[in-house]
């Protein structure tokens, strides 16, 4: 099946510590994305890439990196300089950036120890 | 439709009734819409897009209205199942400099009663 795979699903981090979520996509999708997601609120945009070795900061970068090696994966790493990380991560790709709707996947939950 | 703080607004219908979901958006630059569903512990589902260039758009069970004059969004789900109970929220996109943006709610928690 064509899809998103975000994985883990859990994660906990500890204190200094960083982390890498993965999310890798099989849709032939160009743009990719990672969004963050508390109670409440709307989805916030951490960082997206538009093709394959480029990718551009969005509203809430401070803290995060990515990278965007292969088309098919866009690693998101929430480093210990992200004082509050405990959230609920969505990755998304999308055909291009125009009028074409984001997939996402199914989410990785971190939390802290 | 619009939440505030920790709460998201809540429209509780009976199995088998028609739901209408509602979401003003920010921008009147806007050109491109989305609904989607989230259900607990998951990712956002696409469920329906409009382009402004349209008022009216249909799916399977689904019809997405765009009105432009007060900014406004709905989504309406006919015949409304169990399996609809879900939180709901609408995006929209809006140019920014040299590029688009997606712009998401915060959503509206459909309860559908059996």
């Known amino acids: 099946d064509g899809g998103i795979t975000q994985s883990p699903k859990y994660l906990f981090r500890k204190e200094g510590q960083n982390v890498t979520l993965s999310c890798e996509q099989n849709?032939?999708?160009?743009?990719m994305y990672w969004y963050r997601q508390d109670p409440g609120q709307g989805l916030r945009l951490i960082y997206y890439s538009q093709i394959v070795n480029d990718f551009q900061k969005g509203d809430i970068a401070e803290g995060y990196s990515v990278s965007r090696e292969k088309k098919e994966s866009f690693p998101l790493t929430v480093t210990s300089a992200q004082k509050n990380p405990t959230a609920f991560y969505l990755c998304?790709?999308?055909?291009?950036?125009?009028?074409?709707?984001?997939?996402f996947g199914d989410g990785t939950r971190l939390s802290i120890l | 439709g619009e939440s505030v703080g920790l709460h998201l607004p809540t429209l509780s219908v009976q199995e088998g009734d028609n739901s209408i979901i509602n979401c003003a958006y920010s921008n009147s630059a806007s050109d491109y819409f989305i609904w989607y569903k989230q259900e607990s512990g998951k990712g956002p589902q696409f469920i329906i897009d409009i382009r402004s260039n349209m008022d009216k758009r249909q799916g399977q069970r689904v019809t997405v209205l765009l009105n432009k004059t007060v900014k406004h969004l709905s989504l309406q789900i006919a015949a409304t199942q169990p399996g609809d109970s879900a939180v709901y929220f609408c995006?929209?996109?809006?140019?920014?400099?040299?590029?688009?943006?997606?712009?998401f709610g915060t959503g509206t928690l459909l309860a559908v009663q059996p």
């Open positions: 998304a790709s999308s055909v291009g950036t125009g009028s074409q709707p984001q997939h």
């Open positions: 995006a929209e996109k809006t140019p920014v400099g040299a590029t688009n943006k997606l712009i």
């Open positions: 849709l032939n999708h160009d743009a």
